[in-house]
């Protein structure tokens, strides 16, 4: 898929000397942001690991609140959703127009079913008074401690879950530009790069779903 | 014949430099508009330089309010209250919004491209939201002046900051908007220096500045997200009450300060590494001397990114953190002396048997390894846990922090401003007035902070609007000193506005410097080089006459016309 | 290397299909009620697991330049210094330390 140097083609902005160039530029551009990501969310894992340290017993019991097959139905939602922006992507790489709208359009489904998930979890929880923060409310777990566990759930699925919602928009943006054609396998960019977000959003789901659900 | 970085051949041309370009950056387009939503690093840095400047004189103007407040152990302008909004808001303006973006995000944005033979940043686009977003959060911390003024100090400690009614969510918000300014220049710079490099730079000749920006941007994309994380947890902690920072709630006010630190620390390093960069620089071409050490100053301010994310608990020694903490941050701080002592011994040895030319930059360069050297040791001092015990929040560490941020950071960037002031607006400044202004400011900074150094370790706490009278002479002489800072600025802004507007043409190379971005008209054509340049010589390349000292133009298939353009023009 | 590399179908499939057993072994592990702290350390080695299968195939590291991998390690080697050193104070806050 390299380019024959020669032609500029209209894609490659004045700066950069060859598509090829300009595209791992946008690529290691995107790994950083990413990093970023990753040290971002890294503040909520620590406090997270740090008050889990000081009250394990809290955990556990806090955790039995939350419903292990919801998220684990969850993480399956993800993991396919994964595979199919990484299908939109191949489907670039080989000028199947038809094919990149197809995948983006299941993939988008697939987040919103995610967050529909989320969002009984989450209402189920307002309704027992698992509210975040000093509205908390609920009387069912035996621990002084039991609104900064939630605090810390709704904090970490919260954000999570904004960064889901930050991706839907993001690939409908990018089924529009498909459907003018905008994505050939000599330029695809936007769709790689959010393709390694999605991805990253999938990975801190991976760790977020042992973490919060599944403590014994 | 000159080999490029990637093992190609290219045939090159010599070329000369473009003295009276007629069509350069400044003129290539005309208004506000052309100007705003440009996409020119070059403007984008000019349009930084004149924010941090603005932001630089309401910064200045607060703390001379503050030291006439400490004239005397009475209310002399305002009362306890008002003094904590205004130290909170000189520390917290200072710091987010000159410091952090002085050095990378002005003099960075308009010459590291130029540096690296490039036509622009990697994203051009992204660069201008990120001025963009600093501009708007900026707005955010402004709004906050004119609701409340925030009252907690720059470091925004829980649980007093959850606790107190001032425009807090305002102000951390702004903060946490700029950071993501921060995040995006220094991403942009990290793709940059590894994609856009032109023919023939290869690591080993990018001038030092450029490792400087490197390490810094490094820094401000590792640590920036947690001061976001930090930030948005305060702004929870205070609408919902989720209780991780409030210990009323079940919360760590400790852990606030983890957090807090974790940016904070590496934050200095954004404020002095580039300055670091600015200095080699200038070292370098006013010692007309190849730089000794490239190597270990290169590396050395890799090693301080590292090492300078290992040791924020310093900061908190007598927080209650536990003792094992304390005692190996306190270890792991020693460390960071070393490669800070490495850029020191290496500058001294460049200037060692140079033919070293004091004109105004280079005095500053002087300025900068004095005052410095005071900071970083002090703050060696401040890593020690049984003396530190004793100077915590005192006028010591006031004192260290303005040796190293404003004796290091902001003599760089005058340095830096006067080094670059031909190349950015192609006019030269006034010589006579330059060194007269730096040496007001180095005897006014020194009468501001010495001082500090004494009253702190007699035991003078800091962010008090008052105190006992054994302190009184100490605190007039430091006023005295801020009255003559103040001067030595006066004087800097009237004779560069006066070189704007009348100053002397500058020259393409004013300084005789063998750098790329020298190699370029003064000011640079709108696209910095017409051509591809090709580099066959190190940035530090002072046993070579500069007649000798040539670039190359590569042979440019995809740009071609322009390459015969710019062959036509300098006649090879 | 060519940094417009396409991944073979195949691969995109299995690694979802180890995605999946993968969760349904990291549940299936919960429910064996391993001692604390060992289920941790086992969720947490399979997450990772999965997290690397995920980077190398989905997001194609293992074609691409190696740079990236280098950020990608970089960024969990700065988090593990922030957590671990985080640790060494609200662990210890307790125990005094006598080396003197
Ligand atoms: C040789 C390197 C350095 C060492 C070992 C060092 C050490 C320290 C220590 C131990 C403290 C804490 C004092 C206390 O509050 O008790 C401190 C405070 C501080 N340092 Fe440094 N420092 C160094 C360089 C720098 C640099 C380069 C800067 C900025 C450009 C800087 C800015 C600050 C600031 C702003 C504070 C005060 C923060 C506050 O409490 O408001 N330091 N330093
Ligand atoms: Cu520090």
């Known amino acids: 898929m390299a380019h024959a140097t020669g032609t500029v083609e209209s894609h490659v902005q004045h700066h950069f000397k060859s598509s090829d160039q300009q595209f791992s530029s946008a690529k290691l551009g995107m790994w950083l942001f990413l990093f970023t990501e990753i040290m971002f969310f890294g503040g909520l894992f620590v406090a997270y690991i740090v008050y889990r340290a000081w009250n394990p017993e809290l955990f556990t019991l806090a955790a039995t609140q939350l419903d292990t097959v919801l998220g684990a139905v969850n993480t399956v939602v993800l993991i396919g959703s994964s595979l199919t922006v990484a299908l939109a992507i191949r489907a670039a790489q080989f000028d199947k127009q038809k094919q990149i709208i197809n995948y983006l359009l299941i993939t988008i489904f697939l987040a919103t079913v995610f967050l529909v998930i989320k969002y009984f979890e989450y209402t189920h929880k307002f309704d027992m008074g698992i509210l975040p923060g000093a509205m908390y409310t609920f009387e069912g777990i035996d621990h002084p401690k039991a609104n900064v566990f939630f605090s810390i759930y709704y904090m970490m699925t919260g954000l999570h879950g904004i960064h889901v919602v930050i991706g839907i928009g993001l690939m409908v943006w990018l089924v529009l530009k498909a459907m003018k054609g905008a994505y050939t396998s000599s330029y695809y960019t936007p769709v790689e790069i959010t393709g390694l977000y999605w991805h990253l959003v999938d990975i801190i789901w991976i760790f977020l779903f042992p973490l919060m659900y599944l403590i014994d | 014949m000159a080999t490029a970085s990637n093992g190609n051949t290219l045939k090159v041309r010599y070329f000369d430099i473009d003295e009276n370009p007629k069509e350069h950056y400044l003129n290539a387009e005309k208004g506000l508009k052309s100007w705003l939503f440009t996409v020119d690093h070059k403007r984008i840095g000019i349009m930084y330089l004149a924010s941090i400047v603005l932001f630089f004189a309401v910064g200045g103007l607060l703390a001379l309010v503050l030291r006439t407040e400490l004239l005397t152990p009475a209310e002399n302008l305002m009362n306890a209250e008002t003094y904590n909004r205004v130290f909170t808001v000189h520390g917290a303006v200072m710091v987010f919004l000159f410091i952090i973006p002085s050095i990378p995000a002005a003099l960075g944005n308009f010459l590291l491209p130029i540096m690296l033979g490039a036509k622009d940043v990697a994203f051009p686009r992204l660069n201008l939201a990120s001025f963009w977003i600093y501009s708007i959060g900026a707005l955010f911390t402004l709004v906050s002046l004119a609701v409340n003024p925030i009252d907690t100090g720059w470091t925004f400690y829980t649980p007093y900051s959850v606790q107190t009614g001032s425009a807090v969510i305002l102000m951390t918000f702004g903060v946490f908007i700029m950071g993501f300014s921060s995040i995006l220049t220094g991403m942009n710079f990290i793709v940059t220096i590894h994609k856009l490099r032109a023919p023939g730079l290869t690591w080993g000749r990018l001038p030092l500045f450029c490792w400087a920006m490197y390490a810094t941007s490094v820094i401000q994309v590792l640590a920036t997200p947690v001061l976001a994380i930090t930030l948005a947890l305060l702004i929870m902690e205070r609408t919902l009450g989720i209780g991780i920072f409030d210990p009323a709630l079940g919360g760590d006010p400790v852990l606030y300060q983890h957090f807090f630190w974790f940016y904070s620390h590496p934050a200095v390093y954004i404020m002095i590494v580039p300055a670091f960069g600015v200095i080699s620089e200038l070292i370098a071409t006013f010692s007309r001397k190849t730089i000794f050490g490239y190597w270990a100053i290169a590396m050395s301010s890799l090693a301080i990114a590292f090492i300078g994310s290992l040791v924020w608990g310093h900061h908190m020694f007598v927080s209650g953190q536990s003792e094992l903490s304390t005692v190996v941050f306190s270890f792991l701080t020693f460390f960071v002396g070393i490669p800070t002592g490495i850029k020191i011994f290496n500058w001294l040895a460049t200037m060692h048997k140079g033919s070293i030319d004091m004109k105004t930059p280079m005095l500053y360069a002087v300025i900068f390894l004095f005052l410095f050297t005071i900071g970083g040791v002090t703050g060696i001092m401040l890593g020690a846990i049984s003396v530190n015990v004793h100077l915590h929040d005192t006028y010591y560490v006031v004192a260290h922090f303005h040796y190293v941020m404003m004796g290091g950071t902001v003599m760089a960037f005058l340095g830096g401003l006067h080094f670059w002031w031909p190349k950015m607006f192609g006019k030269m400044y006034s010589e006579f007035w330059g060194k007269i202004s730096a040496a007001i400011i180095f005897v006014g900074f020194n009468l501001t902070f010495l001082p500090q150094f004494i009253m702190g370790s007699q035991g003078m706490p800091r962010r008090y609007y008052s105190y006992i009278d054994q302190f009184q002479t100490m605190h007039q002489l430091s006023t005295i000193g801020s009255y003559v800072l103040g001067v030595g600025f006066l004087i800097i802004a009237v004779y560069l506005v006066h070189s704007l507007i009348w100053g002397k043409k500058a020259p393409a190379n004013p300084w005789g410097s063998r750098s790329l971005d020298w190699m370029t008209s003064s000011p640079p054509a709108h696209h910095n080089f017409n051509y591809t340049p090709v580099i066959n010589n190190g940035p530090y390349d002072y046993h070579k006459p500069i007649s000798e000292f040539t670039l190359g133009i590569a042979e440019d298939h995809e740009h071609g016309e322009s390459v015969e353009k710019a062959k036509e023009e300098t006649k090879a | ?100």
């Open chain 3, 1 to 100: 290397m060519s940094a417009h590399h396409a991944i073979p179908l195949k691969t995109l499939l299995s690694t979802t299909l180890a995605l999946v057993v993968l969760t349904v072994v990291t549940i299936a592990v919960f429910y064996l009620n391993i001692p604390a702290p060992f289920d941790v350390v086992v969720a947490l080695f399979l997450a990772t697991f999965k997290a690397t299968l995920v980077a190398m195939f989905f997001m194609g590291l293992y074609y691409d330049e190696k740079f990236n991998t280098v950020v990608l390690i970089f960024s969990f080697l700065f988090f593990f210094v922030f957590i671990g050193i985080t640790l060494l104070d609200t662990l210890f806050r307790e125990s005094s330390i006598s080396i003197w």
